[in-house]
């Protein structure tokens, strides 16, 4: 077989088959099965110019990125990837990258308080025209793309911390009959569970830092998209501006992407069952998850993500915002901290945590709100340690 078929056969694969072997060739001198980490930042060059495999400089280009770029495309079937040293880098980039003071972006109202700090704080002051709309409403969003130019419509679907469902097709089909491009923030759902290009999105970035990473050790972020000139454009500034994640930073994302799917199908089912336990619990006057009927988006999010609807739980607290306190403090196995995606269990008060820099913003959330990662633990473990966190309110 030469490398080619076997690369078409690759791609045709299954995503999980794809995530353990696209990019992932054995090192051709060692064979080592794993991608080494290629701590260098430089590479000799056979006289000038002599470039093995094209590398030069690491802030360019390194074998351990390329690999979680050739890696990460695969997974989600697309021409690119490029990764970066956090989340916000990679959307700062893509965004600097093709727009101009003078531009204007459409924003969802609930979307992860760090990308409405960048947006409103650094782009705005920039030039970059900024407007907030509910976007999960595709006519008010059809009207705001008719009353004025946007260049980018910016969706997150599941959001955080509402975890909204925006249906990402009817939002891309609005966008694009007005000539502004859609971007997808999907490190809620990850790539195994929702699949924004191929439902008319035009870019997609990640936090891997979440899901993908999977294990709480590595900042990163990416830009995943199809579109040659655009990911030119992100590849000049990644290079000019620097935002690179180390090699062992690619390497902990490779691992990671790997077990993607299991453990993305794992926090699927305990979120699931946990959501439904703490929907019979009167403590909790609303319970947020895409996965329940009473959801609001569900049918959307039942059509659009495919095999479970994500370890993302949000719940307000019917104590009000001294309950939510408390019972993030009560609870054991799920630890007090920022973040999520990680195998272990993760609670927090958005409103004083993730989301205290919208406080006093349209994006502000309700203060008796509490977001759950609900990790891949044994969910009877899970709801007994949250059944005594509520004992304890
Ligand atoms: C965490 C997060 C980001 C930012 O990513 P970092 O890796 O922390 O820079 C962006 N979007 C969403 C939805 C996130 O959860």
């Known amino acids: 077989m030469t490398i080619a078929t076997n690369q078409a056969a690759l791609n045709a694969s299954a995503l999980a088959t794809r995530a353990i072997h696209a990019g992932q060739e054995p090192d051709p001198i060692t064979g080592a099965v794993v991608t080494p980490i290629y701590m260098t930042s430089t590479f000799k060059?056979?006289?000038?110019?002599?470039?093995?495999?094209?590398?030069?400089?690491?802030?360019?280009?390194?074998p351990t990125r390329n690999s979680f770029d050739a890696q990460l495309a695969a997974v989600e079937g697309a021409n690119y990837?490029?990764?970066?040293?956090?989340?916000?880098?990679?959307?700062?980039?893509?965004?600097?990258?093709?727009?101009?003071?003078?531009?204007?972006?459409?924003?969802?109202?609930?979307?992860?308080?760090?990308?409405?700090?960048?947006?409103?704080?650094?782009?705005?002051?920039?030039?970059?025209?900024?407007?907030?709309?509910?976007?999960?409403?595709?006519?008010?969003v059809a009207a705001a793309l008719a009353a004025k130019d946007y260049r980018y419509v910016w969706v997150e679907t599941p959001s955080n911390p509402l975890l909204n469902i925006t249906d990402i097709a009817a939002v891309a089909a609005a966008a694009h009959a007005h000539g502004a491009k859609v971007v997808v923030d999907n490190t809620f759902a990850s790539p195994v569970l929702?699949?924004?290009?191929?439902?008319?999105?035009?870019?997609?970035?990640?936090?891997?830092?979440?899901?993908?990473?999977?294990?709480?050790?590595?900042?990163?972020g990416a830009v995943v998209l199809n579109d040659k000139e655009t990911r030119d454009a992100v590849a000049f500034l990644q290079n000019s501006a620097g935002a690179v994640p180390s090699p062992f930073d690619s390497w902990l994302d490779i691992r990671g992407l790997k077990t993607l799917e299991l453990r993305v199908r794992q926090h699927s089912r305990n979120a699931m069952n946990i959501a439904q336990w703490m929907e019979s619990r009167p403590e909790f006057e609303r319970v947020w998850y895409p996965g329940l009927e009473s959801h609001p988006g569900h049918?959307?999010?039942?059509?659009?993500?495919?095999?479970?609807?994500?370890?993302?739980?949000?719940?307000?607290?019917?104590?009000?915002?001294?309950?939510?306190?408390?019972?993030?403090?009560?609870?054991?196995?799920?630890?007090?901290?920022?973040?999520?995606?990680?195998?272990?269990?993760?609670?927090?008060?958005?409103?004083?945590?993730?989301?205290?820099?919208?406080?006093?913003?349209?994006?502000?959330?309700?203060?008796?709100?509490?977001?759950?990662?609900?990790?891949?633990?044994?969910?009877?473990?899970?709801?007994?340690?949250?059944?005594?966190?509520?004992?304890?309110?």
């Open 194 to 220: 929702q699949h924004p290009l191929a439902d008319g999105a035009d870019a997609v970035v990640y936090s891997t830092t979440k899901y993908i990473g999977g294990h709480s050790d590595v900042v990163g």
């Open 81 to 140: 990837a490029l990764s970066f040293a956090s989340g916000l880098a990679a959307i700062d980039v893509l965004l600097r990258a093709t727009l101009q003071p003078g531009d204007n972006i459409l924003l969802g109202n609930d979307v992860y308080g760090g990308t409405y700090r960048l947006l409103s704080k650094v782009f705005v002051p920039w030039g970059i025209g900024l407007d907030v709309v509910d976007i999960t409403d595709v006519p008010a």
């Open 299 to 393: 049918e959307i999010a039942a059509r659009q993500m495919r095999g479970g609807f994500g370890g993302m739980i949000s719940v307000q607290l019917a104590g009000g915002f001294e309950a939510a306190k408390r019972f993030v403090g009560a609870a054991e196995i799920f630890t007090l901290a920022e973040s999520l995606g990680g195998v272990e269990s993760l609670i927090e008060h958005p409103g004083a945590m993730t989301h205290a820099s919208v406080s006093g913003t349209t994006l502000e959330v309700p203060a008796n709100l509490v977001r759950l990662s609900v990790g891949i633990e044994e969910a009877d473990d899970l709801i007994a340690d949250l059944d005594q966190a509520l004992r304890r309110l």
């Open 45 to 62: 060059q056979d006289g000038v110019g002599g470039l093995r495999g094209g590398y030069d400089y690491s802030r360019s280009a390194n």
